[in-house]
């Protein structure tokens, strides 16, 4: 009885735990308007941020409404690149993690191509010992590399149907 009873509770604690992260619909909308006020600005500023540091763009994305919650790397790719080898060459930076993002069906990205190609495998050993704050540490690495390009998306994703469906 008392393994049930602390089984129970313990579910209750993560279902309260699980609600008081996820983001009301209001929460939501009221962020994706902040975003859509934000990115534009981040086009009108694009010309400041070009041939400098990362540091300045990071920290006036840091400032906004845009809250970094997954990121990925801009990779060559390895059919096109010299014994198959995969470049970094920047940084795609998500508002949602992946599986917010698939359920919503909607997620914005900003894409910062740097002046830099490190070697995709020595990019990803370099932040690994992080552990779990390995998206700060990509961003740390990245600071110092001048900005080649900044461009944002509002990106959707499509209905996907089974063949059953079809």
């Not at 129970?8 to 308007?33: C, D, H, W």
């Not at 080898?85 to 359920?103: C, I, R, T």
Request: charge should be positive.
């Amino acid at each position: 009885m008392r393994k049930l009873f602390t089984l129970m509770a313990a579910m209750l604690f993560s279902i309260a735990m699980y609600a008081q992260n996820a983001p009301t619909a209001e929460e939501q909308e009221r962020e994706n308007k902040a975003i859509e006020a934000f990115l534009p600005t981040l086009d009108a500023r694009r010309s400041e941020f070009v041939g400098q540091p990362a540091k300045k763009l990071f920290d006036v994305i840091r400032g906004s409404a845009f809250k970094i919650r997954n990121l990925g790397t801009e990779e060559t790719s390895p059919w096109a690149e010299y014994k198959g080898k995969m470049w970094v060459y920047g940084l795609s930076l998500f508002n949602k993690p992946a599986q917010q993002a698939m359920k919503d069906k909607e997620v914005y990205i900003i894409r910062i191509i740097l002046d830099v190609r490190w070697e995709s495998s020595a990019f990803w050993d370099s932040v690994r010992p992080a552990g779990a704050a390995w998206m700060e540490a990509c961003i740390q690495k990245c600071l110092d590399a001048k900005v080649k390009e900044v461009s944002w998306e509002h990106f959707y994703f499509p209905e996907r149907k089974t063949a059953s469906e079809k």
